[in-house]
Structure formats: C-alpha cells, structure tokens
C-alpha cells in the first residue's frame, strides 16, 4: 500500500466505521431468529449440568435466571447433553431456579461476575415440581468452566478497601505476580496515570477494557484515561489462558465493569482530605514537605421506569496542592526550594440502560477524565504542565433467547494530552533567561523552559465488537470479531520553546584549549568563593529546535503530518465442551491482523535515492536498494503479517462431582501489540522530504577546523552553523559565533548582551528558514543524506506474542473460602531488539589502514617518532614545564585522531558525511564496522525473548460470623514464587538495542520487574454489635535485581577499557570467571555479603588484561601488550566497596482503613474514616544503579544504612497519585450510603 493509499484508508475510516455502525445497529434491532448471548471481557454467564441423584443428565429442564435489582429474566432449556448457558449477564446476583417434570424444583443464588463463567451444576431430587428446595451456596465458589487463572474484586471491596489515591488500576495490587507501577516512568504523556506489571512483564501492554471497550493507549502503553473508583462494580484481571474473546495481549488483561442503576434508589457521597501536618511521615531531605489533598465525589442511580429504564451517574475530583523539591548543589545550593506542583483531576460518568423487551438490553453510557499536574523529567526548575481530556462513549446490545446469542459493543474515544511549558512565572533567581534553557554538566542545576514541551499526542478508537454463541447438545460454540479504527498523532517538538543551552562550574569539564575565563578562578573543590550568578558562567554547546515535531508524513487531526493509523481486525470462533458434567473442555482459535505497525506502506529506498552532498564528500554511490548496502534483502519492503492464528485450549474438570474441587490447566499462543512509539522511530528517516524535528548540535570546539565534524550534520555542528535552505551562518545579530558567543557569558557583560540571547536568536532564525523551506524541503537526517538509519524493522517483520500454559486447582476449603494453586509459564517472543547491522567497533572490523593513519597522527601531534616514546613522554599534547618533563600519551590520544569506535570518531554516521569530504575509509575511523563507508544500521530483529515461571497460590475467604466479635470478613491472601528473565532488557515492549549485537540473544537474566518472593493480603473485618469496619492491605516482597555493568568514564577509547565481548558496545556486564556476565545478577547471584569479594576477584583475573579491541591491534602488529598497558588500553580496575554495603531493599508496605457506619435510617448510613497508608513507615528505596562507578547511589559506593548520605532515593508519592509504599500519609474521611 502507498503512502496515499493509506492516507485515503486514513480519511474514509470514519465513514466506514459509522456505516458499520448503523448496519450492525439495523440488524441487531430486526434479528428474528432466537439468541443467546455469552461471557465476554464486558459480562459474565452461568453454565452448568442439570443431572440427577444418580449423575445421569436431565433434558429440557427449564431454567429461569433473574436479576436481583433490576428484574431481568431470563429463560433457557437443557440441551439433549443436559447443558444450559445463560447468555451474556450483566455483573449481579441472580436467582437460579431450576424445574423439571419429575423432580423437585432446585433454587440457587448465583453471583455473575465480569469475564467470569459461573458454574451452575445442579443436582434435582425425584419429587413433586412443587416442591422448592433452597441449594445453599457460598459468596466465594470454586470455578469448574474455565481454566483462565484470574482474579475479581466485587463492589464491597473496591467501596472499603484501603486503595490509595483512588486509581482504578490499583485495584490490581492484590492480585498474584501483580505489581504497581508509575505511568510517569513510560512516558512523560503518562504522568498521573498507574499501569500494571503483571507476572515479571514491563506494564505498557495489558489489555484493558471498560464494560468491554478498548480503553489502551497505543502509542506508549498503560490507560488513556482514569476511571472513577465510585462507578466500578467489578474489575477483573487475568494473569493467563486469557479469555477466547479478549482482545490482543500476550501479558494480561483488565476488565472492568462500571455500575448500573437498579429498581432501587442508591448513592453514595464522600469526601477525604490529607494535609501533611496531620499523620504524615516526611520524606528523608525532603525540603518542602507541603502537601494537601482534597478528594470528593459521589454516585446515584435508579429506575426511571420500573423492570425497564435505569440510569446512572458518577463523578470525582482531586485537588491536589504539593511542593516539587529542587536541591541544587554549590555554589548556587541558596536556591534550593520547592515549587508549587499541582495535580488535578476529575472524571464523570453517565449510563442509561434499557431493557427495551424481555430479550433485548441495550446501553449508552458518556465518560470523561481530565487532569493536569507539573513536572521537570528531572530538569529541576524547568517545569513543563501535562494536560489529559478524554471523552468518552459506549453503546450496548444484549439479545438473550433460546440456542444462540448476539452481543454487540460499539465505541469511540479521543484521547488528547497537551506538554506545554510552566517556567513564565518563575522568578529570575531561578530563571534568568525565560527563552532558554540552561543546564549546567557538573553541578544539579537547569533553568529555563523544558526541552520536552510542546507535545501534543492524540488518539483515537472507533470501535465495533460482536460476540456469539450458539448452544448445540453439550457444546457451546463461540464465534465474534472486533473492528477497531485507531488513529494517533501530535508532535514533540523538543527544545521548541527554547535553545538548551550546556555549561560547567569547574573549568575542567571545559574542552581542551579553552582558556578559563576569571570566575574560574574559586576552588574547585567545593567551589567556594565561585560566582552565584547564572550568567557569569560560559556556553560550551547548544541544541537547537527547530520548531517541528512530527515524526511522519501522514497527516492527522487537523495536523499536517504526524499521523499513524491502524485498522486492527480480531476475530475468534471456540468451543465450551462438555464432555461430561464434571469435565468441561475449552479450545478456539484467534485471528489478529493490525495495519500499520510498521512502514509496510514504504517502497524499497533505491541507491539514486542517495543525495548528491555526500556523493560530493566522496562516498562512491551504489547500484540496487540502498539498504542493501548493508546486507543482503535489508531494503526490501517491510512484511505486513496477515496470517496471525493462535490457538488455545485449556479444561476444567471437577473430580468429585460436589463443584469444591476444580482441577484446571491451559495453554495457547496470544498475540502482542507493538506499541506506535516504536514505529514513529524509524519511519521519519527514511523520508527524503518533510517537516521534522531536528535538534542541531552546536559545538564549541576551540580546536582548529578541519578536526570537527562537518558543518551539514545536523547533530555534531562545528561553526558555522547552516541554515535550512540556504549558506551556513557564521555569526548572530553581529556576533560571531566561534569567538564571541562560544565560551562567553551567558548573561549581559557590558555592551554585549550575553549567549544566551544569542542562541535564543539563532534559534529563531533556524525556526523561520525551516518554515520557509516547508514540507517539500529536503530532510537533513535521510538515510540517503547521513548513510545511517535508526531502528528500521527488519524486512521479515513478525508481531510479537507469547506462548502461555498454566496447571493449578482450586479447592473449597472451609466455609466460603477457596484455595487456588496454579503453575504458570509465559514465554515471550519475536519482541524487537535493535542490532547494528554495519558492526561499527566490532574489533573483528579492524582497518589497517585507517589504525595506521591514526597511530602516524599521533605521534605526529607529539612531535615523537614511536610509540614508546610517545609512552615516555609526548611533548607536543602535553609540554613540559620548568619543574614537570612532558606527560606521557594515552590511549585516548590515539583514539582522538581515529584509532576508536566509528560510533565515537565518525559519530556512527559514515566518514564521507562525518568529515564533508576530508577522511575517507583508510583516513577515518580504525574499527568503523563491516563496510567502513556506511554508518550504523540498527536495525529491528524480532528476536527478543523472555520467560516466567511463576507458583501462584491464593486463598479467598468471605463468610459471616467466622469467630466471635466479627460479623463478616473479607479475606484475600496470596503468596507468589517467581522469576522473569529476558534477554531484551528491563522494557521488552519498547525497542531497545541488544546487549550485545555479536550474540544478541546470549545475555538472558533477571529484569527491573522481577521479584522472587511476593506476599500478599488484604482483608475487611465488619466488628459485631454495630462495630467499626477495619480493612487493611498488605504487600511484602523481595528485592528487585540490579545489573553489575562496567563504568564507562568517556566515550572515547571505551573498546579497549569496556568492551569485553568485542562487539563495539561498551559499559558490558561483568564476570569475574570470563569477565563477561548476563543482566540482573545483583541480588541474585551476587549479593551485598559477597560483592567485595567478587568485585576484588574481577580485578585480579580481569582488570588490566586486553579486550577484543586490543587484541585486534596487538595481532596486527601495530602494538605490544606492554604498550597498550602503558597507555591505558585495558579493562580498567573496579571501585571495590569497604565495610558493609547496601543492597536493593525489599518492598514493605500495610495499608488501613478504620470506619464506623452509623445508621441514621433504613437505607442510609453514615461512615466516618480515618486511613493511614504505609501504617507503620516502612522505609522503601529504589534499586541501586547498576553502573559500577563507586559513591552513593552506585551498587559498590553506597554503605548500608538508613541516612540520606548513604542510601538510595526513597519512594515518593509518583507522578501525581499517591504512590505505593512511600512514607506514611494519613487521610480523613467521611462517606453517606444511601
């Protein structure tokens, strides 16, 4: 498909979406043939045996299920195996009756629950009809239907259980192998928003619906909106065998099921407040520890008409008022403070529901979620504003009658986030210069308006679902299919509301060359006496915006690029069989084709494609597709995958015939998504024309020319500086840029009016020439301009998925309590691992040629004749002085003049664009990869893999009077061993490059996710005697690993310190047996007792030998051993930790909730709280940096201890809401039921 044939697929979706809509609508509504509907990812259902006495099955025994509240009933017969399915249900409790000629009629009371199939097995006694028999049943019942491993919490819990800030995904947290985690760490887009990480998986890619509608974000991952705690009935996660009708995800999914009204008049109102003077344990230094919530909102629904018209409304705000704390170092620590840091959020529902006959339900229901907050993304003063509206609606049919069934659910959301800046008031203490943004290298300083903001990120969902069944005999057949029309789009136009501008404190962190100016002349030690003015201080390099920010071509929402469009089609037919009464067999098949994940749409670039700027610089040019260039069949077009099938199957059998006991197991492929970030990546480059973000490079190298990187780079720019469309410029409003603007003052000295304003200016002037050449301008950053590609997808493009089996049971212990044990195995595949094809500082790449060259310029620049003598002393890079002989080169001299990394010396671009014409393969980078003429190429490979293995028990427990002074109890305790290993580091579904390109899928270990041992609890005590309610919530678990990597202090010359595997990437894992080690082996393998002695061992086996790199050039002669060891050239020795060291900690956290319900008449109470979160203050820190370079923070610098000198950041409270396990927070309040 072209680019405008999907342009033209982009603008008709709409209408085909709407003509969709009315046609299933139309049908729907005249369908004359009997139905039945079935348990999707938005209901639940009731299936069961009627048998009698003796297990024989009875036939054409009538059924009759009614709702408790809102009088629905439903009839159904037993089918010639004597099987009955209810249809489609919504979330509720039903009486069951069941009648047959001969038998004594049985009752029962059945709860429905959301994505779960009830088991209604009944047994009939020989008698007379009408004779009614009461079949006891518990509130907690052992599921003999499904084999899916998954979890509900009902309303009584979600109402009463102690859910800290009031995020509907929290609800999640007392599910096994579940663990909370910020949306912020996604995304800035997600700041306050949560997301799940379920069974070791990063949690940007479960699957989560509302009342049955997608409500995914495709472009990062988590929610696109948040749903009000107040308006959920049900939520439902499934942790594996997921349902035959959810919808794609390889990881878990989320269905949640909203409140409806019933033939009674219910609400609730409720109002909770924090402030940080009462009940509140301050962060360890933390500086402003202001913090106030006000949180209220409430509920009401009824009957309109009787039996017939319900309705529903709901809202809820937060209003949020924090401090966000900036610490800033000397000499400008008088500037540490908080700055206010707002969070607000409201969401709003409304749901009519009809039931328009006794066969046929049908719903609308409206949603809206908004919120706002502040953050920096760690930028200190630089705020940026985050603003969230979605919109949202839903409709619903339900058709119940007879042997089939028909559900049909259609939606359509927009999501639409806004970055914008929030620096215009600050004062000029901490913000200076308004239009830039200024960061200071080597002291915790940044200033000005966020690089981040402006951004904008939109998306879409028009969606149509249909879901049947058909009973036949002692099957029940299951077909449906799903039509999603997504769009997403925006722009992140970074930097756009600014230049950033870099500077130091320390005159050592200048380049060499540079003259220190006076106010360089304070100790540098603890810079005292050193200027506290802003402007005193030097530009060293600048980024620059240049106003743009899409990521593609395709225009959207309104937007004249940016766009991606995915017309995802799902469909699935599967059986329920029962092949006896006690043994019920589940088997299907999925469909899933997704358009758009991948440029597909893009022809083959071809090598005339190839501009002729760099075919001037030298590079000779080439005959077929260009990204052929760098391996056979790498330009050809990208597979569209259109034959994705996955089966499934699983079983649930009750041995004894008495529904305590299940025995349940299942396996199946599952498909998953690839998120749009991943996409908006690499399509961008392979474009010769548009408007795109480009942020150059501003270099203020003091060296001569000739030794920087070419003017038309658009990220290395040494001076001048080019203009889109037209000459480089040398100067802004008169200055030069070489010797008046680089390493002058920031602020005004004089008649001069500082850097700052000048780059301010020069990004000005970059913006209006972008503008000026328009979309039709040529695209700097083409791959036939820079011969070097990022994350292209490898042409034989295969969706990731994930192989799944579980076997476990569920056993009725006691009265009303169930215990679950399940095995689970998740294996992860094809997820995307970026490999750099060109193997650019592979030490098996060495050029000869090109190492001589740099060896001969070396020595040259040392005025020496040989490297010994270099050794000895090199004269002409470092002189002598009256009392000092000259200093003795280094090996990163000689990687300074090429002997290195194509990566570092050519930038990972191809010499010919790196040096405009002045180097070429023999004259530039030494290990410049496979074909010396080309850049990198990281290229996509679907080779990402991933495993967890997981013992999941729980037992669940809801009785009344269980022992004296307690009227009822809500138990729920799970423990959960595990271990999640991948190979495609700590975020699997975001394109990441390979540890190492030469064996990418070798280094398998433990990630950021994984924790051996989680313990978990959660329970509500209702005391006797009119008592108070006490519910608590509990979570322990183990610690998380950290990876032992080698520091990396620069990057030049880093293959011959860093690179053990000889692959050209540096900062490997460590191994003290063959130096090379695998991920996440701290708090595994190693632990903080044996650190010291391993690191010590590493040091004495490992450190000072030759990587890969070296030996390349001691085999080519150009060294001795000896030599590079006098340079440098080795594995360098490991900061070993003295006394006792600190090691990740485990996760510890209670929290309670003590009401008292005060009944002021029937049907309306009164329940004032008080809430503690993190009752008892357990002290919770991050992981450890898995970087060895020593000092606190670091995995062998930081000693064991509770002080803030020592240890790691402790956990705060998020992006906005309240996170899990930080330090005590208290909370009043106050709630009406009535």
């Known amino acids: 498909m072209s680019a405008y044939d999907l342009r033209r697929t982009a603008a008709n979706s709409s209408r085909l979406f709407w003509m969709i809509f009315s046609a299933a609508l139309l049908i729907s509504l005249l369908l004359c043939m009997p139905v039945l509907s079935q348990t999707t990812a938005s209901q639940g259902s009731i299936q069961g045996t009627v048998s009698d006495q003796t297990n024989a099955v009875v036939t054409d025994a009538i059924i009759t299920i009614a709702s408790r509240t809102t009088g629905q009933v439903v009839t159904v017969k037993t089918s010639s195996a004597g099987t009955y399915n209810s249809g489609g249900l919504p979330v509720g409790d039903y009486l069951v009756r069941v009648q047959a000629k001969g038998f004594k009629t049985a009752q029962l009371t059945i709860a429905v629950q959301i994505a779960v199939t009830s088991s209604g097995n009944v047994k009939l006694e020989v008698g007379q009809e009408t004779t009614t028999i009461d079949v006891q049943t518990s509130a907690i019942v052992v599921n003999a239907e499904q084999s899916t491993v998954q979890g509900v919490l009902n309303a009584e819990q979600i109402d009463n259980m102690p859910v800290n800030g009031r995020s509907f995904l929290d609800l999640a947290q007392l599910e096994p192998g579940v663990q909370m985690q910020d949306g912020g760490n996604f995304d800035p887009t997600k700041v306050g928003y949560n997301s799940l990480s379920i069974n070791g998986d990063y949690g940007r890619t479960p699957r989560i619906e509302v009342d049955g509608l997608d409500v995914s974000d495709e472009t990062v991952g988590t929610t696109t909106q948040n749903v009000a705690l107040s308006s959920i009935q049900e939520f439902n996660i499934g942790r594996s065998s997921f349902d035959i009708s959810s919808e794609i995800t390889g990881t878990g999914t989320v269905n949640v099921a909203t409140r409806s009204g019933t033939n009674d008049y219910h609400g609730q109102a409720f109002y909770q407040f924090r402030d940080y003077r009462a009940g509140f344990a301050n962060l360890p230094g933390g500086i402003s520890p202001q913090f106030q919530r006000n949180q209220f909102g409430g509920r009401f629904g009824g009957a309109i008409i009787k039996n017939k018209l319900f309705f529903f409304i709901d809202s809820e705000r937060l209003k949020q008022d924090t401090a966000y704390d900036v610490v800033v170092g000397p000499p400008f620590q008088a500037l540490t403070q908080g700055l206010d840091s707002p969070f607000k959020t409201s969401q709003a529902s409304g749901r009519l529901d009809w039931q328009a006959t006794d066969k046929i339900r049908v719903f609308y229901k409206f949603a809206y979620d908004w919120n706002y907050s502040t953050n920096s993304a760690g930028y200190g003063f630089s705020l940026y504003a985050n603003r969230d509206y979605t919109p949202t609606h839903a409709v619903g049919i339900d058709i ?91 722009f992140a136009s970074f930097n756009g509301l600014g230049p950033f501008l870099n500077t130091y404190v320390n005159a050592a962190g200048l380049s060499a060359g540079v003259q220190p100016t006076p106010f360089y002349s304070c100790g540098l030690t603890n810079f005292a006496g050193c200027s506290t003015n802003i402007g005193d201080y030097p530009l060293t390099s600048a980024y620059i915006g240049n106003g743009q920010g899409f990521s593609d071509e395709l225009p959207a929402f309104g937007y004249p690029a940016g766009g991606l469009f995915d017309d995802r089609l799902e469909a699935y037919v599967g059986d329920s069989w029962k092949i006896k009464p006690n043994l019920t067999v589940n088997y299907g098949l999925r469909y899933l084709r997704d358009t758009g994940r991948t440029d597909a749409d893009l022809a083959p670039i071809p090598c005339s494609a190839v501009t002729q700027s760099i075919l001037s610089d030298g590079y000779p040019g080439c005959t077929g597709n260009l990204l052929d260039q760098w391996g056979p069949g790498l330009g050809n077009r990208i597979r569209q995958p259109n034959l994705n099938f996955a089966p499934q199957v699983g079983f649930a059998w009750d041995p004894w015939h008495n529904g305590k006991t299940s025995i349940r197991g299942g396996g199946g492929l599952y498909y998953e998504n690839n998120i749009f970030e991943n996409v908006s990546f690499e399509r961008e480059n392979k474009l010769a024309t548009g408007l795109f973000n480009q942020i150059p490079f501003l270099y203020c190298d003091p060296n001569a020319a000739g030794t920087s990187p070419n003017p038309s780079n658009p990220y290395y720019q040494s001076l001048p500086f080019p203009m889109p469309g037209g000459p480089p410029v040398t100067s802004v409003d008169g200055y030069d840029l070489a010797t008046q603007v680089c390493y002058s003052p920031l602020g005004p000295t004089g008649s001069y009016e500082g850097a700052a304003k000048a780059i301010a200016d020069l990004q000005a002037e970059y913006v209006a020439a972008t503008n000026a050449v328009g979309t039709k301008g040529p695209n700097p950053n083409f791959v036939g301009n820079t011969l070097t590609l990022g994350y292209p997808y490898y042409p034989n493009f295969r969706t990731a998925r994930s192989y799944q089996m579980n076997l476990g049971f569920e056993r009725q212990i006691g009265k009303g309590g169930v215990l679950s044990v399940d095995y689970l195995r998740n294996i992860g595949l094809h997820f995307q691992v970026g490999i750099d094809v060109n193997r650019i500082g592979d030490s098996r790449y060495l050029n000869l040629a090109a190492a001589q060259n740099a060896i001969a310029s070396t020595l040259a620049a040392c005025q020496v004749s040989t490297i010994d003598q270099a050794i000895q002393g090199c004269p002409g890079l470092y002189p002598a002085t009256p009392t000092t002989p ?89 423990y959960t061993l595990s271990r999640f290993e991948s190979n495609n580091g700590y975020d699997q579904h975001f394109t990441t490059n390979a540890w190492d390109y030469r064996n990418p899928t070798a280094f398998m270990g433990p990630t950021l996710q994984d924790r051996t041992h989680q313990f978990k609890f959660g329970a509500i005590f209702d005391i006797a005697h009119h008592g108070p309610r006490l519910s608590l919530i509990g979570s322990f678990a183990s610690p998380q690993p950290s990876d ?191």
């Open 400 to 490: 119940n009658e007879g042997n089939w069934s028909h559900t049909i659910r259609m939606g359509f959301f927009k999501f639409h986030n806004q970055i914008i800046g929030a620096t215009n008031g600050q004062p000029a203490s901490i913000n200076p210069f308004p239009s830039v943004e200024v960061g200071f290298n080597d002291v915790s300083l940044t200033t000005g308006p966020n690089n981040l903001a402006p951004q904008q990120t939109l998306q879409t969902n028009k969606q149509l679902k249909y879901d049947a069944s058909r009973v036949w005999g002692a099957h029940i057949i299951r077909f449906g299919a799903t039509l999603n029309g997504i769009v997403t789009g925006g």
């Open 886 to 974: 000259a200093g003795p080169a280094s090996i990163t001299d000689f990687a300074n003049n090429g002997l290195d990394s194509g990566n570092v010396y050519n930038a990972g671009y191809s010499v010919y664009y790196a040096w405009g014409g002045q180097f070429n393969p023999d004259t530039g980078a030494a290990f410049a990869g496979v074909n010396p003429s080309l850049g990198n190429l990281n290229m996509n490979y679907p080779m990402g893999r991933s495993v967890y293995d997981g013992l999941q028990s729980e037992y669940r427990l809801q009785v009344a009077d269980p022992f004296r002074g307690v009227k009822n109890l809500n138990l729920q305790l799970n």
């Open 1044 to 1234: 032992l990597r080698i520091p990396v202090y620069t990057s030049t010359g880093e293959i011959f310190r860093s690179d053990l595997t000889g692959d050209g990437t540096t900062g490997d894992f460590l191994n003290t047996a063959n130096g090379i080690g695998h991920p996440g082996t701290f708090m595994r393998s190693i632990t903080p007792k044996n650190l010291d002695a391993y690191l010590q061992n590493f040091n004495n086996t490992v450190a000072g030998t030759l990587t890969p790199a070296g030996h390349a050039l001691v085999n080519a002669a150009l060294f001795r051993p000896d030599q590079l060891v006098s340079l440098g050239a080795v594995v360098q020795p490991i900061q070993v930790p003295t006394g006792s060291n600190a090691g990740n900690g485990y996760y510890k956290d209670v929290d309670t909730v003590l009401s008292w319900p005060f009944k002021i008449r029937e049907g309306i109470s009164i329940l004032p709280s008080i809430s503690f979160f993190n009752v008892f203050n357990f002290v919770n820190y991050g992981t450890l940096g898995g970087v060895l370079l020593g000092g606190p923070g670091a995995i062998n610098g930081t000693p064991a201890g509770v002080n803030d000198a020592t240890n790691t950041i402790r956990i705060g409270r998020g992006s906005g809401v309240f996170a899990v396990g930080a330090p005590r927070e208290a909370e009043f309040g106050l709630r009406i039921d009535f």
